[in-house]
């Protein structure tokens, strides 16, 4: 059995922060669509994970400045990892639901950075921070209101203070506080018994406590019914969901890690994502499991002067301001006086100088200025309900380039896969080894294509969540985007070989989508260490051969172990061989693979591609 954190270290928070964005990236579809209060926006999933993907880069990044020896020797200590955790949620908080989960992480790391000399904390110092990161984020918010993620917050916290033990003993009290909680909010808020859900906040905080217990437990609570009691339909955002891997462990192999992921689709890029309509919706489990639908089958005004306010469209601000704020404190005070008279669901978290500033108004123009009295705002971000998304920092007035009507967006592993893709007409964002981009990247990369209808592609399995949310935004954004989930570079390939910019839009999508989940995938590296693999016990070194993402031949070197791999791919037939080389390979072994496949298989063609720095030594496609 793989071992798990005993004690709240810097690896533990890491641990967390990567567990805690994977079940938010299962969730955020089902919690988007139960999103109802205090806005009916459906973004309250897709503004955690974003906050939750912010907090985990910046505890990788002081990782990774000490694995280059950029800092101390011997790792990051626990205040080190819990700050740049605080620090990346709050910089990266998005909407009303983000922003107080960047409060509750900074809570927290007040209490596990207190001792800036400690390497570890134990179940009393997981209980104190739990208490801080509620108390702290209801002061943050203006007016709280009972039956929100506050009230799951402090249910948490009460639970926990409670229970005596280790980290693992805490971590699980508060997870079940939070879950009764959870199950309670429709009778404390009536816009949620209405709807007959729970609160999407409060449902996205559970996700992250359940993520706290498999850091110190190794074991998900919701794979044991907890999807009902927290309104979560069946299968979604964490029931039945494979274990985590072991608490800081580093992977050998990318993407050969059947532990960590959710189990795949039958076909790898079987349907594209679509936005649903409200004939659309999940059925969702009430608490008391009966179903429900997933949004109101009619507006539903909800309570004004709320920590997240009130709907627009039912008396409600039209417009959201977020910013950060660069202030004393002393100043902040007086901004939230004035904010609060502004509008409603305020919320202002951070310290230190550097503050994350959300508020509903009617005047947006007003709220922003309030920031400027008060010190240096940036970061601006105003948002229109129902109207998408306006920006303030305003480049001069110019007529505007008239958008394309269709375009293609792929990730791709490597400089000659992106100048490839390039010259197929597609804009390229490229992923460095060790290095996925972010959501944001990928949103800047969907604007940049400049065209009202743009299909994604991630090229990734472990980049799906990621895409998903990107795309959510853009959505929001005006942009119509269609996810086809590619889990390969050679399924990207075969998904833009198709693709005609002429079609309907639902054709092009289906086509590419037809193309992608009719392309086997497999690539060849080399083990980092010595590992445990569904192929057997690999050493450092070995050549290893992944078929679908599992590995499927431990080799001795490139060329056998490629040759090994053609062959299983190609038992089951095949038109199209696609070999992609890394840098390292010489074209020896590209030449020896043409010349096997021309041996062994008729009537089967070879593409040979140049990837450049990819990762892998070589890809593989078999159409």
């Not at 472990?462 to 795309?471: H, N």
């Amino acid at each position: 059995m793989a071992q798990v954190a005993q004690t709240f270290d810097a690896p533990a928070v890491r641990t967390w922060c990567g567990l805690a964005l994977r079940a938010l990236g299962r969730a955020r579809e089902e919690i988007d669509a139960i999103n109802v209060y205090p806005v009916a926006d459906g973004d309250t999933g897709t503004n955690l994970y974003l906050t939750a993907e912010s907090a985990a880069a910046a505890v990788e990044a002081v990782f990774a400045g000490h694995e280059t020896g950029g800092a101390a020797p011997g790792g990051p200590s626990l205040a080190e990892a819990a700050r740049a955790m605080a620090h990346g949620a709050l910089i990266g908080a998005r909407g009303n639901s983000g922003t107080i989960l960047a409060q509750l992480l900074r809570g927290m790391a007040e209490v596990l950075a207190a001792d800036g000399a400690s390497a570890r904390t134990d179940g009393h110092g997981l209980r104190l921070a739990l208490r801080r990161a509620a108390d702290s984020a209801r002061q943050a918010v203006a007016h709280p209101v009972e039956g929100t993620v506050l009230s799951v917050a402090s249910a948490a916290a009460d639970a926990a203070t409670g229970t005596e033990g280790d980290c693992g003993a805490v971590a699980r009290a508060a997870y079940e506080g939070a879950r009764t909680a959870l199950a309670a909010t429709p009778g404390q808020l009536a816009v949620l018994e209405r709807a007959g859900v729970v609160d999407a906040g409060g449902r996205g905080l559970v996700a992250v406590l359940a993520a706290l217990v498999e850091t110190f437990t190794g074991e998900t609570p919701a794979g044991r019914g907890a999807a009902r009691a927290a309104g979560q339909h069946p299968g979604a955002g964490g029931a039945g969901q494979a274990p985590a891997r072991a608490h800081g462990d580093r992977p050998a192999v990318p993407h050969a890690r059947a532990t960590e992921t959710a189990p795949a689709p039958s076909s790898p890029a079987s349907a594209p994502s679509v936005t649903p309509g409200p004939s659309d919706s999940p059925a969702l489990p009430d608490p008391s499991g009966r179903p429900v639908s997933a949004v109101p089958s009619a507006p539903c005004p909800p309570p004004a002067g709320g920590p997240t306010g009130s709907a627009s469209g039912s008396g409600g601000p039209a417009f959201e301001v977020i910013y950060l704020l660069e202030a004393e404190d002393c100043a902040v005070a007086r901004l939230r006086q004035r904010l609060d008279a502004l509008g409603d669901s305020l919320v202002v978290v951070g310290g230190d100088g550097l503050w994350n500033v959300h508020v509903h108004v009617d005047d947006a123009g007003a709220a922003v200025e309030a920031g400027v009295e008060a010190g240096r705002p940036h970061r601006i971000r105003i948002t229109h309900f129902g109207a998408g998304d306006v920006h303030t920092a305003g480049a001069a007035e110019r007529p505007p380039r008239e958008p394309a009507q269709r375009a293609v967006v792929a990730v791709v592993p490597g400089e000659g896969l992106a100048a490839l893709c390039t010259e197929a007409g597609a804009t390229t964002v490229l992923a460095r080894p060790g290095e996925p981009p972010a959501s944001g990247e990928l949103v800047e990369a969907l604007r940049r294509a400049h065209a009202r209808e743009v299909v994604l592609l991630p090229n990734d399995a472990e980049l799906r969540d990621t895409a998903a949310a990107a795309a959510e935004q853009a959505r929001g954004e005006g942009i119509r985007v269609a996810l086809i989930p590619t889990r390969s570079a050679v399924q990207g390939i075969a998904a833009l070989a198709v693709h005609e910019p002429g079609r309907r839009f639902d054709e092009d999508v289906v086509a590419m989508t037809s193309a992608a989940g009719a392309t086997r995938h497999a690539e060849v590296t080399v083990a980092e260490h010595r590992s445990w693999t569904s192929a057997g016990i690999c050493q450092a070194g070995d050549v290893l051969g992944l078929v679908d993402g599992d590995v499927a031949v431990i080799g001795p070197d490139v060329t056998a172990t490629a040759r090994t791999v053609l062959d299983r791919m190609l038992a089951a037939g095949g038109e199209l061989v696609t070999l992609v080389l890394g840098d390292e390979v010489p074209d020896t072994v590209a030449d020896h693979l043409e010349a096997h496949v021309r041996e062994t298989c008729l009537a089967v063609d070879t593409v040979v591609y140049r990837g450049g720095r990819q990762g892998a030594l070589l890809l593989v496609g078999v159409e």
